[in-house]
C-alpha cells in the first residue's frame, strides 16, 4: 500500500514535470511563430509601403507625361509599363518635369520692349545726329582740311596744289579750276590763301572732299549762265596776267581763251590760228573783254560785223 502509493506519486510527479515541460515546449514554440508571423507582417507593411510608393511615382510620371511635362523614358518602357528598379535619384530626376524659364509679367515685358525700343532710337538718333553733324558745315573742319595741303603754310602752293586736284579728280588746266579759283576770289593763279579758302569754302558749304567732289557739276553749271560766265571771263584776265603788268602775255592769252571760248565759239579755231601768226606779244584788258562781245553778237558768216564798230585794233586786224 505504501509502496503503491508510493510509485503512484512518482508517476504522477512525472506526469506533473512532463506536462510542465510540455507546457513550456508549447509556449516557446507559440512565441516562435508569434514572432515570425510579427517578422512577416513587418516585412510586408514595408514591401507594400515600397510599392504603394512606387505606383503612386508611376501614376504622376504618366500624368506628366500627358502634360507634357516631362521627357519620354523609352518606347518599350511605355508600352510595356514595366518599372524598372531604380534609385531615388533616378526615379526623381525622370519623374519631375525640366524646370521652366518664369514668363514675365505683363509690365515686365512692355518694360523689356521699352528698353529694346530705347536702345534702337539711342543708336538710330546718334547715328543721324552724327549724320547731321557732318552735312553741316564745319570751320574747324574746313580749317583742317586746308592744312593738309598747306602743311605749315597759310597757303596752299603749286605742290600742295597739285595734291588737291588729284584728290578731287580734276585737272589742273581744267576750266572747272578757274570757276573754283573765281569762288573763292584767289587772287594769284596756282595759290589759295587761308583766307581765300575759309571765304569760298564757306559760301560753297565744303568742308571736306567729299563734298567738293558732289559740287562739281554745280561749278561747271555756272558756266552756262551768261552773267556768271561774264564774271568769271574777266576775272580770269586779272587772276592769270602777273600782277606787276597790266596786260596778259600772248601765250597766256591763247591758253586762257581756248579754256573758256574753245568749245563755245564755233569762230575761235580761226581767232586762235591768227593770234598764232600775229606779231602781238600782250593782250590788254579792252582787247580781251572785245573778244567775249565779239564772240556773242557776231554771227559766223559775219554777216551782222560793222567795220565802223568800236571793236579792238586787235580784233579788225584779224577781219
Same mark, same amino acid.
Given at each position: 500500500? @505504501? *509502496? &503503491?502509493? =508510493? $510509485?503512484?506519486?512518482?508517476? !504522477?510527479?512525472?506526469?506533473?514535470?512532463?506536462?510542465? /515541460? @510540455? *507546457? &513550456?515546449? =508549447? $509556449?516557446?514554440?507559440?512565441? !516562435?511563430?508569434?514572432?515570425?508571423?510579427?517578422?512577416? /507582417?513587418?516585412?510586408?507593411?514595408?514591401?507594400?509601403?515600397?510599392?504603394?510608393?512606387?505606383?503612386?511615382?508611376?501614376?504622376?510620371?504618366?500624368?506628366?507625361?500627358?502634360?507634357?511635362?516631362?521627357?519620354?523614358?523609352?518606347?518599350?518602357?511605355?508600352?510595356?509599363?514595366?518599372?524598372?528598379?531604380?534609385?531615388?535619384?533616378?526615379?526623381?530626376?525622370?519623374?519631375?518635369?525640366?524646370?521652366?524659364?518664369?514668363?514675365?509679367?505683363?509690365?515686365?515685358?512692355?518694360?523689356?520692349?521699352?528698353?529694346?525700343?530705347?536702345?534702337?532710337?539711342?543708336?538710330?538718333?546718334?547715328?543721324?545726329?552724327?549724320?547731321?553733324?557732318?552735312?553741316?558745315?564745319?570751320?574747324?573742319?574746313?580749317?583742317?582740311?586746308?592744312?593738309?595741303?598747306?602743311?605749315?603754310?597759310?597757303?596752299?602752293?603749286?605742290?600742295?596744289?597739285?595734291?588737291?586736284?588729284?584728290?578731287?579728280?580734276?585737272?589742273?588746266?581744267?576750266?572747272?579750276?578757274?570757276?573754283?579759283?573765281?569762288?573763292?576770289?584767289?587772287?594769284?593763279?596756282?595759290?589759295?590763301?587761308?583766307?581765300?579758302?575759309?571765304?569760298?569754302?564757306?559760301?560753297?558749304?565744303?568742308?571736306?572732299?567729299?563734298?567738293?567732289?558732289?559740287?562739281?557739276?554745280?561749278?561747271?553749271?555756272?558756266?552756262?549762265?551768261?552773267?556768271?560766265?561774264?564774271?568769271?571771263?574777266?576775272?580770269?584776265?586779272?587772276?592769270?596776267?602777273?600782277?606787276?603788268?597790266?596786260?596778259?602775255?600772248?601765250?597766256?592769252?591763247?591758253?586762257?581763251?581756248?579754256?573758256?571760248?574753245?568749245?563755245?565759239?564755233?569762230?575761235?579755231?580761226?581767232?586762235?590760228?591768227?593770234?598764232?601768226?600775229?606779231?602781238?606779244?600782250?593782250?590788254?584788258?579792252?582787247?580781251?573783254?572785245?573778244?567775249?562781245?565779239?564772240?556773242?553778237?557776231?554771227?559766223?558768216?559775219?554777216?551782222?560785223?560793222?567795220?565802223?564798230?568800236?571793236?579792238?585794233?586787235?580784233?579788225?586786224?584779224?577781219?
Amino acid at each position: 500500500m @505504501g *509502496a &503503491g502509493s =508510493g $510509485r503512484g506519486g512518482g508517476v !504522477r510527479a512525472r506526469l506533473w514535470i512532463g506536462s510542465r /515541460a @510540455g *507546457a &513550456g515546449l =508549447g $509556449r516557446r514554440r507559440v512565441q !516562435r511563430c508569434t514572432k515570425m508571423h510579427s517578422d512577416a /507582417a513587418a516585412v510586408n507593411f514595408q514591401l507594400n509601403s515600397h510599392l504603394s510608393t512606387l505606383a503612386n511615382i508611376h501614376k504622376i510620371y504618366h500624368t506628366l507625361n500627358r502634360l507634357n511635362l516631362t521627357e519620354d523614358v523609352g518606347q518599350d518602357d511605355h508600352q510595356t509599363g514595366s518599372l524598372r528598379s531604380c534609385s531615388s535619384s533616378d526615379c526623381f530626376s525622370k519623374v519631375m518635369p525640366p524646370r521652366k524659364k518664369r514668363r514675365p509679367a505683363a509690365g515686365d515685358d512692355l518694360s523689356a520692349k521699352k528698353s529694346r525700343h530705347d536702345g534702337m532710337y539711342r543708336k538710330y538718333d546718334s547715328t543721324r545726329i552724327k549724320a547731321e553733324e557732318e552735312e553741316v558745315f564745319s570751320s574747324k573742319r574746313c580749317l583742317e582740311w586746308f592744312y593738309e595741303y598747306a602743311g605749315t603754310d597759310d597757303v596752299v602752293g603749286p605742290e600742295g596744289m597739285e595734291k588737291f586736284c588729284e584728290d578731287i579728280g580734276v585737272e589742273p588746266e581744267n576750266v572747272v579750276m578757274l570757276v573754283l579759283a573765281w569762288k573763292l576770289d584767289a587772287q594769284n593763279m596756282g595759290y589759295f590763301t587761308l583766307q581765300e579758302w575759309l571765304k569760298g569754302m564757306t559760301s560753297l558749304q565744303c568742308d571736306t572732299t567729299e563734298k567738293l567732289r558732289n559740287s562739281l557739276d554745280y561749278l561747271r553749271s555756272l558756266l552756262n549762265e551768261p552773267t556768271n560766265f561774264k564774271l568769271i571771263y574777266r576775272y580770269a584776265f586779272d587772276f592769270a596776267r602777273e600782277k606787276d603788268q597790266r596786260s596778259l602775255d600772248i601765250n597766256t592769252a591763247k591758253c586762257m581763251l581756248g579754256l573758256l571760248l574753245g568749245k563755245a565759239w564755233s569762230l575761235f579755231p580761226v581767232f586762235h590760228q591768227f593770234l598764232e601768226q600775229s606779231k602781238y606779244k600782250v593782250i590788254n584788258k579792252d582787247q580781251w573783254c572785245n573778244v567775249l562781245e565779239f564772240s556773242r553778237t557776231i554771227n559766223l558768216d559775219l554777216s551782222n560785223y560793222d567795220e565802223d564798230g568800236a571793236w579792238s585794233s586787235c580784233l579788225c586786224a584779224h577781219l
